[in-house]
Nanobody, 125 residues
């Protein structure tokens, strides 16, 4: 199983940026997908999640209204569109997958079986 995140980089505060994650080695449409991030010196935190069909999405309060998670089951891809970026969004972003998350735990890192390698996003002020 491979989750290959890409699209990280250096962006200006207020700008928009999109992360992508290409998934292989599993039946993509059978997996819930998520994005987490980890800033230096901080614990890994939940960012967003999307159900198998794409019909339900969930967000951390810190990104709600600015970030959008989406998926393309035909291409085995999950995306994170980030708008109105802030310096505090600076982190390594990880995509994750699990066959069956539940509402009470989908914001927890230990709810996900598979993780990508992460991609660095740095937001300059």
């Amino acid at each position: 199983v491979q989750l290959q995140a890409s699209g990280g980089g250096l962006v200006q505060a207020g700008a928009s940026h999109r992360l992508s994650c290409e998934v292989s080695g599993l039946q993509f449409r059978s997996y819930d997908m998520g994005w987490f991030r980890q800033a230096p010196g901080k614990e890994r935190e939940f960012v967003a999640a999307i159900r198998k069909s794409g019909g339900y999405t969930y967000y951390a309060d810190s990104v709600k209204g600015r970030f959008t998670i989406s998926r393309d089951n035909a291409k085995n891809m999950v995306y994170l569109q980030m708008n109105s970026l802030k310096p505090e969004d600076t982190a390594v972003y990880y995509c994750t997958a699990d066959r069956g998350t539940i509402l009470s735990t989908l914001r927890r890192a230990d709810a996900y079986a598979y993780w990508g390698q992460g991609t660095q996003v740095t937001v300059s002020s």
